[in-house]
């Protein structure tokens, strides 16, 4: 549904990171932050990127919802000891301007280390050059690379682990399947991971059962409502 009622007011500067953790599972602490792109309107009403996205691409300015999002929460953990990470498009990892802006934010960063970028993996896979281009920029600053919105399938699973990623990210309604296919490709995908050196983080965990199982395969790391929704301030 589009926001029909901010279409007039539309600006950059009501648009703010919030904040959803990562949980550490075997330390039951957060170990990151992902930052969400909320467009928040006069009366303090909160919309998702679906509902004004529309409003970014008529006005022009992708790229720059990208570095302000970027800006704003480096600016939120700049002296926060925490790891965080955004979502880049594919226009994004294809765009010199937003490559160039990245670099300039990064080379005066404090522990850049911390910073980590959100590739889905369609648009990882699609464009593996500029794919790699872009991860070996990130590289330079330590800067890692978290797939998400990933596909489970054998072929998949080797493709993206042949890709210079940290992370992998699996949703949550995979571990509540009874499919055995399915359970055996989850299987495999966790032991390629491991051995790969690749961490596999659950997604969009909403409920006990759903942990409970995750925590059996051995999954250390999960993120969605059951821990926390996103918020506008990380503490």
Same mark, same amino acid.
């Given at each position: 549904m589009q926001v029909t009622e901010v279409t007039d007011s539309f600006s950059l500067e009501s648009v703010v990171p919030f904040f959803q953790p990562i949980i550490d599972l075997e330390?039951?602490?957060v170990w990151s932050?992902?930052?969400l792109a909320? !467009?928040?309107n006069l009366h303090d009403n909160t919309y998702l990127p679906s509902q004004f996205l529309f409003l970014v691409e008529r006005h022009h300015t992708v790229a720059q919802l990208t570095e302000t999002i970027f800006k704003r929460s480096a600016s939120y953990f700049r002296d926060i000891n925490m790891a965080w990470n955004i979502n880049v498009s594919l226009c994004d990892m294809t765009d010199s301007d937003i490559i160039q802006f990245f670099r300039s934010q990064l080379s005066e960063y404090p522990n850049p280390n911390r910073v980590s970028i959100e590739i889905t993996a369609q648009n990882a896979l699609s464009e593996v050059e500029s794919f !790699?281009?872009?991860a070996q920029m990130c590289a330079e600053y330590g800067v890692k690379i978290i797939i998400d919105h990933f596909e489970l399938s054998n072929e998949n699973v080797q493709k993206i682990l042949k890709l210079p990623v940290s992370a992998i990210k699996v949703a949550g309604s995979l571990f509540e399947s009874d499919d055995g296919n399915s359970i055996v490709e989850l299987e495999l995908l966790i032991s390629?991971?491991?051995k790969n050196g690749v961490m596999l983080i659950a997604e969009h965990i909403e409920q006990q059962d759903?942990?409970?199982k995750v925590r059996e395969l051995g999954l250390k790391y999960a993120q969605g409502f059951y821990f926390s929704q996103p918020k506008a301030d990380a503490n």
């Open positions: 330390n039951n602490t932050y992902e930052c909320r !467009l928040v !790699l281009s872009f390629a991971s491991r759903t942990l409970k």
